[in-house]
Structure formats: C-alpha cells, structure tokens
T-cell receptor
Framework: QKEVEQNSGPLSVPEGAIASLNCTYS??????FFWYRQYSGKSPELIMS????GDKEDGRFTAQLNKASQYVSLLIRDSQPSDSATYLC???????????FGTGTSLTVIP | DAGITQSPRHKVTETGTPVTLRCHQT?????MYWYRQDPGHGLRLIHY???????DKGEVSDGYSVSRSKTEDFLLTLESATSSQTSVYFC???????????????FGPGTRLTVT
C-alpha cells in the first residue's frame, strides 16, 4: 500500500510569517514529488514539483526533498491571507503511471 | 489554465442508476486520470488512461468503468450508483513529452455527484 502522510492541521500562521508544511511517503523508489494548493470548493492547482534531493525555490515557495528520509516539505515565505488553502502532497509511483496524494494540510494565514 | 472541462458539474442521481461523467481536454495530453475526493481520504485514483483505448485500474476502481475512444475525451461510468459513490470527482491530465514538464498533472474543475 503506497501512502503519503501529512499533518492535517489546521496550521495557522500570522501574515508575513513562514509556513512550513511536511509530508512523508512510503514509496522509496519514487522520483517525482509535487505540491498542490486547493482552495475550498475548487480543484487542486500545481504549485511546485521537485525531482532531486535538496531545495527548489519558486518565488515565495521552496520545496525541500530528502529521498533518504522519504520526506518532502514546502515552505511559504511572507505568507499572505491568499495562501489560506489546503496543501496536498503527492508522489508519482516508481512504475511511473500512478500518483498518490496525501489528505492535505489546511493552512490559515491570519491578517 | 489547462484546457480541461468536466460535465456535468453537479449531478444528483438515485441509487441503482447508471451515471456517466465526461472529461474533455484540448491539450492533446496522452495521460488522463479520474480521481474521487472524500473527506479524510484525500484524492484517490479510480482509473487512468495512457492512450486511446488504453486504460488501467487505480486503487478504488470497483463499481467504475472508463472508456477513451478519442484523445480528448475520457468517460467515467458508475455502472449502478451507490450512496458510497457520493463524492467530488476530478479529472486530470499529464504528458511529459507534450508539456515538457515531467509528469506534472493538471486538474479539471470537478463534478459533485450525490447519490440518494
């Protein structure tokens, strides 16, 4: 059974702070990892993909991957109220055909 | 936004009736997926397709069938709807060769299905 574990939250941070979201995954052979943002009542929106160990930065978002620990995280700097959403972690199976998603972490940014 | 539409967007149906949901894409992506999203379970894969007439099961495929006769359309059929199939259904597409973005997946707007 392939699994993705996320802290469901809710996570609350003040505006301007750093939000840290964490995820562990079960498939040691997986090479591709993703973070999606989902606003209430809307579809998931891809915000970051990461394939190599280390950090990947895109604007206010930084994804971190540690394959040895089977751990991926997302940092949101200078958090804004518009970042309030549920963040889904996902990985692509090592067979390359199926994606597995966590249940998501709910983030609230308090003005 | 990726060109993905789903129809209908909302549907209420009775137990035992067949239901077909449609996903239509204009991106010419090879891979298409059907997920359901339920509280406490996250997104779970029902079926996926890797080309016209090429489909495979996901982790929650029981009670569902799919068809893909054209690249742009992927149909999900609930053969005899049950209350446990009340959910939000999302279609997604990906194609590392066409999009140039390795395995990034893009979602449609979703269909909210209620089985009474």
């Amino acid at each position: 059974q392939k699994e993705v574990e996320q802290n469901s939250g809710p996570l609350s941070v003040p505006e301007g702070a750093i939000a840290s979201l964490n995820c562990t995954y079960s498939d040691r052979g997986s090479q591709s990892f993703f973070w999606y943002r989902q606003y209430s009542g809307k579809s998931p929106e891809l915000i970051m993909s990461i394939y190599s160990n280390g950090d990947k930065e895109d604007g206010r978002f930084t994804a971190q991957l540690n394959k040895a620990s089977q751990y991926v995280s997302l940092l949101i700097r200078d958090s804004q109220p518009s970042d309030s959403a549920t963040y889904l972690c996902a990985f692509l199976s090592n067979t390359g055909n199926q994606f597995y998603f966590g249940t998501g972490t709910s983030l609230t940014v308090i003005p | 936004d990726a060109g993905i539409t789903q129809s209908p967007r909302h549907k209420v149906t009775e137990t035992g009736t067949p239901v077909t949901l449609r996903c239509h894409q204009t991106e010419n992506h090879r891979y298409m997926y059907w997920y359901r999203q339920d509280p406490g379970h996250g997104l779970r894969l029902i079926h996926y397709s890797y080309g016209v007439k090429d489909t495979d099961k996901g982790e929650v495929s029981d009670g569902y069938s799919v068809s893909r006769s054209k690249t742009e359309d992927f149909l999900l059929t609930l053969e005899s709807a049950t209350s446990s199939q009340t959910s939000v259904y999302f279609c997604a597409i990906s194609d590392p060769l066409t999009s140039g973005r390795a395995w990034e997946q893009y979602f449609g707007p979703g269909t909210r299905l209620t089985v009474t």
